[in-house]
């Protein structure tokens, strides 16, 4: 079992980033908020890995941190969610909001997530509330209170897109947090590539 990887970034194709690992290339499934911490090409990069092996395949799917890894892998738990299913649920919610989403039974608001229904939000919710509270404590805490009018985060899904298109993380980041945080996130981008490319907004 392979628990984390250390290399040097090579590629950065959403949803995957490919890493060289003492000449091997290691190719990695990541949620965008993971792809929004990772530095840039030709830079040291270190992701949390959680591997899947079938009879055709052998997956590998990465993570900015362990506590994202073990979201990840109590997602999968849950009858109907694959690995793609739990990618698209922490690429669209922190670990606080989802924390709060349980907390609070706001169905509503994983049904924003990408390949997730009803059915399978509201079985989310039934499954994980209790086991997410007992195995991520901190998390709840940090989520206790906080909103969740299902509003995803805009910024960091722009900053990821930037970031795939080629740019720094810092650049990225610095340009999509100077901008309204009332626009859309494709707003954001179309946006912040001007800025980016020296056109005046």
């Not at 939000?121 to 989520?143: C, I, P, Q, T």
Request: aromatic share 4%; hydrophobic share 45%.
């Amino acid at each position: 079992m392979i628990a984390w990887i250390q290399g040097e970034l090579l590629e950065r194709r959403l949803p995957t980033v490919v890493i060289n690992v003492s000449g091997i290339g290691y190719e990695l499934e990541v949620p965008m908020s993971a792809l929004a911490d990772l530095p840039a090409i030709g830079e040291q990069a270190t992701l949390f890995v959680h591997m899947v092996v079938r009879e055709d395949a052998q997956l590998l799917f990465g993570f900015a941190s362990s506590q994202q890894r073990d979201l990840f892998r109590s997602l999968i738990k849950v009858n109907g969610v694959g690995p793609k299913v739990a990618l698209a649920v922490l690429s669209t919610l922190s670990g606080e909001e989802l924390m709060s989403a349980m907390a609070h039974e706001d169905v509503t608001l994983l049904c924003k997530v990408p390949g997730i229904g009803k059915k399978t939000a509201m079985r989310l919710v039934v499954e994980m509330k209790d086991r997410l509270e007992k195995e991520f404590g901190d998390l709840a805490s940090a989520s206790a209170g906080q909103s969740t009018r299902g509003v995803p985060n805009e910024r960091q899904d722009a900053i990821a897109a930037l970031i795939a298109l080629g740019y720094k993380p810092a650049e990225a980041s610095r340009v999509v947090k100077s901008l309204s945080a009332d626009l859309s996130g494709e707003e954001m981008i179309r946006q912040a590539l001007r800025v980016l490319s020296g056109k005046v907004l």
